[in-house]
């Protein structure tokens, strides 16, 4: 499973506008919700998930995070991208205690079949370049993200 197959079109925001992490992530599962990748149960089950297991990531280009639920809230895989307009606190998966100034989320929905340590693996080398997570936070359209994406191997 490749991050092509799993990032479309239809799963990347720009220029989202969110006050906070919830607020974000509510925004991410909608979209997900609406694509017919999650259940109903989605967007609750990631919100316990997140206050149990930080997913923020403090990296040199820019904070991002990568919140992810079990397999039974979701339908089909999917990963939805959103780029923030301003930076949301996440607690940091490295030291829960401290914030990371997230202005990226990775919201992965992987249903049973979804190879979870693979897709992770392969997301976290996309990020690690910070001309990628440049050119994501650069990016005028999804086809931008869709095409950055469509470069890894």
């Given at each position: 499973m490749v991050l092509a197959d799993l990032?479309?079109?239809?799963?990347?925001?720009?220029?989202?506008?969110?006050?906070?992490?919830?607020?974000?992530?509510k925004q991410t599962s909608a979209r997900l919700m609406e694509q017919g990748y999650v259940k109903e149960?989605?967007?609750?089950?990631?919100?316990?998930?997140?206050a149990?297991?930080?997913?923020?990531?403090?990296l040199?280009?820019?904070?991002?995070?990568?919140?992810?639920?079990?397999?039974?809230?979701?339908?089909?895989?999917?990963?939805?991208?959103?780029?923030?307009?301003n930076a949301v606190k996440f607690r940091r998966v490295?030291?829960?205690?401290?914030?990371?100034?997230?202005?990226i989320i990775f919201n992965i929905a992987l249903d049973r079949n979804g190879k979870q340590v693979e897709v992770l693996q392969k997301l976290m080398e996309f990020i690690s370049d910070e001309a990628v997570l440049g050119s994501i936070l650069r990016a005028k359209s999804a086809g931008d993200i869709i095409r950055l994406v469509g470069k890894v191997v």
């Open positions: 990032i479309t079109e239809n799963l990347v925001l720009l220029g989202v506008e969110a006050g906070t992490k919830e607020e974000a992530l149960t989605f967007y609750s089950a990631l919100l316990e998930r997140e149990e297991y930080p997913t923020g990531l403090a040199p280009a820019c904070d991002i995070a990568i919140p992810h639920v079990s397999p039974e809230h979701v339908k089909r895989s999917g990963i939805a991208v959103a780029v923030l307009k490295d030291d829960p205690e401290a914030d990371a100034k997230v202005k």
